[in-house]
């Protein structure tokens, strides 16, 4: 198994289990520097905290010595849980497919073992992926659901970027906060009053209705 493989290598070298820390500095004396260090941390953040591997997979990668025909064995013994050999071997299996086809099968060889290769691909794979599976608040600084729209590392002009960001910046929270603070709350409290009145009986709330832009 190809990237497992050298996954499992990494994790030996580079990786504490216990803290989730990925040292520059391995067990051997091995280094990873600059953006090889930033791939290999963005790399096993991306397999042990989202949910691009499963559980099977996470617990192969992590233990060098331990075979993906002897997973479903360790499952039973930290879990309770009984998996069958040859479903743990399939999820495993299946995993290290996806891994191969989104991040390509050298990617350890690549970045770790040859310091000369170009890394640049393996960089934008790792952090577009990163983006994409991780649970990330990042953009929560907008009010606005914007979460259908996915991670892409295909590059757009300067001007395109600064002016989706000036259609957003109405809905930056810190932006709202800004009018909060201004408010006439005296005059926002009537309008409030106003606004839950019958407007079959209350005409007011038609008038209402019109100041704030809505149809009548």
Do not use: Q, W
């Not at 989730?20 to 790399?43: A, D, F, P, Q």
């Not at 906060?177 to 005409?203: M, P, W």
Request: proline residues 2%; neutral net charge; charged residues 30%.
């Amino acid at each position: 198994m190809a990237i497992i493989g050298g996954l499992k290598s990494v994790v030996r070298e580079f990786y504490d289990p216990v803290t989730g820390e990925v040292m520059n500095v391995g067990k051997s004396g091995r280094t990873l520097e600059g953006k090889r260090y930033h791939i290999i941390k963005n790399l096993l953040e991306l397999i042990f905290k989202t949910d691009l591997c499963n559980e099977p997979t996470r617990l192969c990668i992590l233990d060098y010595s331990l075979r993906p025909s002897d997973v479903y064995k360790e499952i039973y013994i930290k879990t309770g849980i009984k998996m069958d050999k040859r479903t743990c071997i399939n999820k495993i299996a299946y995993c290290e497919k996806k891994m191969e086809k989104l991040l390509g099968e050298n990617i350890i060889v690549d970045v770790v073992d040859f310091t000369t290769r170009d890394i640049d691909a393996y960089y934008d794979k790792v952090n577009m992926l990163l983006s994409k599976y991780k649970n990330d608040t990042a953009f929560d600084i907008y009010d606005l659901d914007i979460n259908n729209v996915l991670p892409s590392s295909k590059e757009v002009s300067l001007e395109r970027m600064e002016a989706v960001c000036n259609k957003l910046k109405p809905y930056l929270r810190v932006e709202k906060n800004k009018v909060l603070d201004n408010l006439d709350i005296e005059a926002l409290s009537y309008i409030k009053y106003l606004y839950s009145l019958d407007e079959t009986v209350d005409d007011r709330k038609l008038m209402v209705k019109a100041i704030i832009g809505l149809d009548i």
